[in-house]
């Protein structure tokens, strides 16, 4: 039998460990190619033109290198700007990440739900359908913070990060007309469940934050439900695009994740 094909999950960052964690825990053997495009980070500040253009090319390239079973894009941000254009490129399945406004809108009681996402990910067309079709009788309030990503991924390297900064992201929203009432905060950005601890520490009242992860590692298993996976855990590898040195800043945290190997793309 040929061996397993990895599965290959993508973010413009370490965002998309989150995602990964969540797939580990149903398909521990699989192998996989964890990609950051380290040389495009941070999608959130970028137009979603650039997006649209950066990230098909992108996993055309990861594609040819690494013949994957499936893609995930771990990114809500990309996901929400470029899976169809992705799908329509490539021909394999492609899992997107988009905000988990449905399950958010389930749980909240106050029927205020915030947001926490992207710059880019909080404007999208995307989250305006996914608030009118599942949160009707909600408020949805969003924020869309570039420094919880920075900070997710200086957790990652090991750096200390204080926690006010994780309080200014929770008042983007909280300090928002009807923000003291949100009772619920979808992260919306695959980068800020690295750091839910930290954003419970810093809140001024008990929240409960959700995100789509486990969902999507559910789906990944489904889709991937006839391939037969090695029956030890294979060594998994991390691909960045950008400088290789600065990558090595990541090794313990990836190895955390099972991610042994780092290359450059
Ligand atoms: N992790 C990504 C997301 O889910 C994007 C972070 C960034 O590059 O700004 O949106």
Known sequence: MPPARPLLVFDSGVGGLSVLREIRTLLPHAPIVYAADSG??????????EIAIRVPA???????????ELIVIACNTASTIALDDVRAALDLPVVGTVPAIKPAAVLSKTRVIGVLGTKATIVQPYVDRLAAEFATDCTVIRHGSAELVDLAEATLRGAATSSDSYRRALDGLLHQPGGDRIDVVVLACTHFPLVEDRLAEAAPHALTFVDGNAGIARRTAWLARDVTWPEEPSEGIAVFTGDATAAEAY???LAGFGLTRIEKL
């Open 251 to 253: 090794r313990a945290g």
């Open 40 to 49: 495009g980070y941070p999608y959130g500040t970028k137009s979603p033109a």
């Open 58 to 68: 992108l996993l055309g390239r990861l594609t040819e290198r690494y013949d994957p």
